[in-house]
């Protein structure tokens, strides 16, 4: 027994959050039917691939996405293919779908009517400003919804305010917040879909989901703590926090009130630079100068430190100090091994890789990762002639 035992969905997305969402449900044992178009998802067209393989399976993202799904095609845009997403629809619990707004009135679905015509489905559309928000229909992509939802203020942090923002981490933090948020919602949507047999819509905005990550002083601005300012400096953190290097790497670390200084001060040996600045420094006299004295010092220091030893000195001295990790250092981390938190997984074409699992772990019913992403229409014939069959009967 899985977590979503019984569940089945039918997934229409053509981009990474939808099929993110897909994923997190799916990896929990729901039956996620994904439909694709005769040339198949964009997904399937995005690097990194195998190899020197160009084919649609043989993107890694895409196989990273998709594990224990089932595949299909469809021709949405003929009559026979309407008709047969009509009948997967009439038997789900759930659809999935990221695309533009007014794309699923083209194939037969309108979101204001599912009510009515299917009063147990709950349909779940993610778009980039939500689907009835003025702004529906302005383009968008990840890069311009990360800074539409706040997050140019961070980056970077600490820098010249004149500079310009940079793009924020990976390619695709946007899409995998908002399918986290989908497949939250979807999940709480189920439950209360299992009592009182009704579903909903869930519209998710991508813009509304990254403010809603940003942190306490976006709520300080809205409650009125804070003057309501575009400048990228509101969200610095006072004092020395910053990426520094190590011998081996870079640490991030951050100090804000006397017992940090104090305990930074017994790991680094206990130095008397340290005892020529104000006992209440960080809360009463942090000014530029002192703060980028200290970030020398500290530098200094660091570079003859090893991160991840430093960092767990520091760490139980309560100092607020972590590594910037890489791929490997992820892989070998003793934490993520414990929490089993990376699984092998052999695909047909990207081959035998180590798969991240979801990012929450259950007691009684984890997730598993069963089997690799399908290859494009893999289970056509036997969902159709499913459905087929449940409508003849």
């Avoid at 679905?109 to 489905?121: E, K, Q, R, T, W």
Wanted: hydrophobic share 40%.
């Amino acid at each position: 027994m899985t977590a979503l035992s019984n569940i089945r969905i039918v997934e229409l997305s053509g981009g990474v959050a939808g099929e993110y969402c897909g994923k997190l449900l799916s990896d929990f044992g729901a039956e996620v039917i994904k439909v694709e178009p005769p040339q198949g998802s964009p997904v399937r067209a995005l690097p990194p691939f195998a190899g020197n393989d160009r084919g649609p399976d043989a993107s890694a993202l895409f196989a990273y996405l998709n594990t224990n799904k089932r595949s299909i095609v469809l021709d949405l845009e003929s009559d026979g293919g309407r008709d047969a997403l009509a009948r997967l629809v009439a038997r789900a619990d759930v659809v999935i779908d990221d695309h533009a707004p007014g794309w699923l009135e083209t194939v037969g679905i309108n979101p204001d009517m599912v009510g009515a015509s299917h009063p147990g489905l709950t349909l779940c559309t993610i778009t980039p400003y939500g689907r009835t928000n003025a702004k529906a229909d302005v383009p968008a992509e990840d890069l311009t919804l990360f800074h539409a939802g706040g997050w140019g203020y961070h980056t970077p942090g600490g820098v010249d305010p004149a500079k310009p923002p940079l793009k924020g981490a990976g390619r695709f933090i946007v899409s995998y917040e908002a399918g986290m948020e989908a497949a939250l919602c979807v999940s709480a949507a189920l439950f209360d879909q299992h009592r009182s047999g009704h579903g909903r819509v869930i519209d998710i905005s991508k813009q509304r989901v990254m403010a809603s990550r940003l942190d306490y002083v976006l709520a300080q601005m809205l409650v009125g703590d804070m003057d309501v300012t575009e400048a990228r400096g509101a969200f610095d953190l006072g004092g020395p926090a910053s990426i520094m290097p190590c011998a081996d790497g870079f640490v991030y670390l951050w100090l804000s009130d006397t017992r940090m200084w104090w305990a930074m001060h017994d790991l680094m040996g206990k130095p008397d630079w340290m005892l020529e600045f104000p006992e209440d420094w960080l809360q009463k006299g942090c000014t530029p100068e002192r703060v980028a004295l200290s970030r020398q010092y500290f530098t200094q220091w660091l570079k003859t430190q090893n991160k991840h030893e430093v960092a767990a000195e520091g760490q139980k001295r309560g100092i607020m100090v972590v590594p910037i990790n890489t791929a490997p250092d992820l892989m070998d981390s003793p934490q993520y091994q414990f929490r089993q938190f990376f699984t092998e997984l052999d695909h047909p074409v990207v081959g035998s890789a180590s798969y991240p699992t979801v990012p929450y772990r259950f007691s009684a019913t984890p997730a598993v990762l069963a089997a690799p992403a399908p290859s494009l229409g893999q289970h056509s014939k036997a969902i159709l002639d499913s459905v087929t069959q449940g409508a003849a009967q």
